[in-house]
């Protein structure tokens, strides 16, 4: 259970958004594999493999192929923000949310990215006003 309404809210707005930018894909229970031969094959290679993954509902496969893309081509912003989405839809959230901020240096204004940085916000000062409680309870 979510504590915070402010929290759930934004948790169900991100769940939303995830649903409307990748049909079908929340409803895929991906389990992370290992992909053999991912560092032989070329940016494109990993694109098209990625976009492949997304038609077959695979989210590991896309988040995987996606993230070897962006390795080959840091800079494109299109591919930063598609990788965004496939690691999120893969449940990846640590990497999600340092893949969100970059979202944001590049477009301040994109709502998915901004969702994720507020709900992570909201997470950390959860965790610190639990702390604090711990620490006047001892």
């Given at each position: 259970m979510i504590p915070s309404p402010l929290l759930r809210r934004a948790v169900v707005a991100a769940?939303?958004?995830?649903?409307?930018t990748w049909p079908g894909m929340l409803s895929t229970r991906a389990q992370a594999q290992p992909r053999e031969g991912l560092s032989r094959t070329?940016?494109?290679g990993?694109?098209?493999?990625?976009?492949?993954?997304?038609g077959q509902r695979d989210v590991a496969a896309?988040?995987?192929?996606?993230?070897?893309?962006l390795r080959s081509d840091p800079g494109?912003?299109?591919?930063?923000?598609?990788?965004?989405l496939a690691v999120l839809?893969?449940?990846?959230?640590?990497?999600?949310v340092k893949l969100a901020e970059r979202v944001l240096q590049v477009d301040k204004n994109?709502?998915?990215?901004r969702l994720v940085r507020e709900c992570e916000d909201e997470v950390?000062?959860?965790?610190?006003?639990q702390i604090d409680v711990a620490v006047a309870r001892a």
């Open positions: 769940l939303a958004a995830l649903a409307i070329s940016p494109s990993s694109y098209l493999a990625a976009r492949h993954a997304v896309a988040a995987s192929y996606y993230r070897a893309a494109n912003n299109e591919l930063l923000g598609r990788t965004f839809a893969n449940g990846e959230v640590d990497e999600g994109d709502s998915i990215a950390a000062e959860q965790r610190a006003s």
